[in-house]
């Protein structure tokens, strides 16, 4: 395959917001140039606007493995949910079904010690050279930043819920 050809491996990283956006972005950029896509969540269990978007229209898959409030639930807990989240996206990725994979939030399970950088380094070996992989999620590796093809970070400069506004549905979930 030629290097015009190849998959990259994208990251969407920082403190601000716009990483799951940036992704839902590309991902429905690809559905219309149709590709097919696999947007996988880590963590995140709650029924957000991406979630009902896509339960309507069906433009892309979307999994969500964990189910309910995270904040709620043991570190072991989180960590089985991420485990499995994480065998079932190497089961999609190796299946090579799919032109994009988004892993999104797998960043933030790697920093809360869910699934390890080594899991993640083996599952970037195994990705078909024609796949784009995105990863999204707060405090990047430098491991997988070092392994990536385009790297975004996301800086806050500033922030409503600093001035005590609440994520709002539609807008932030």
């Known amino acids: 395959?030629?290097?015009?050809?190849?998959?990259?491996?994208?990251?969407?990283?920082?403190?601000?917001?716009?990483?799951?956006?940036?992704?839902?972005?590309?991902?429905?950029?690809?559905?219309?140039?149709?590709?097919?896509?696999?947007?996988?969540?880590?963590?995140?269990?709650v029924q957000s606007g991406?979630?009902?978007?896509?339960?309507?229209?069906?433009?892309?898959?979307?999994?969500?493995?964990?189910?309910?409030d995270y904040r709620s639930k043991s570190h072991d807990q989180l960590r089985s949910e991420a485990q499995d989240t994480l065998s079932y996206a190497e089961n999609v990725i190796t299946g090579d079904e799919y032109d994009m994979v988004v892993l999104d939030e797998i960043c933030v399970a790697l920093h809360e010690n869910l699934i390890s950088v080594q899991q993640v380094l083996d599952l970037l070996d195994k990705k078909p050279q024609r796949l784009e992989l995105v990863l999204?999620?707060?405090n990047a590796p430098q491991e997988l930043i070092e392994q990536a093809d385009l790297v975004t970070e996301m800086r806050m400069i500033k922030h409503p819920y600093d001035e005590g506004i609440v994520a709002r549905p539609g807008i932030e979930f």
């Open 1 to 45: 395959m030629n290097k015009k050809n190849r998959g990259l491996v994208h990251i969407y990283t920082g403190n601000g917001k716009g990483k799951t956006t940036a992704a839902i972005g590309l991902a429905v950029r690809a559905t219309g140039r149709n590709l097919k896509v696999a947007f996988i969540q880590f963590i995140k269990g």
């Open 50 to 68: 991406e979630l009902i978007f896509m339960d309507k229209y069906k433009a892309f898959d979307i999994v969500q493995i964990s189910v309910g």
């Open 136 to 138: 999204t999620g707060r």
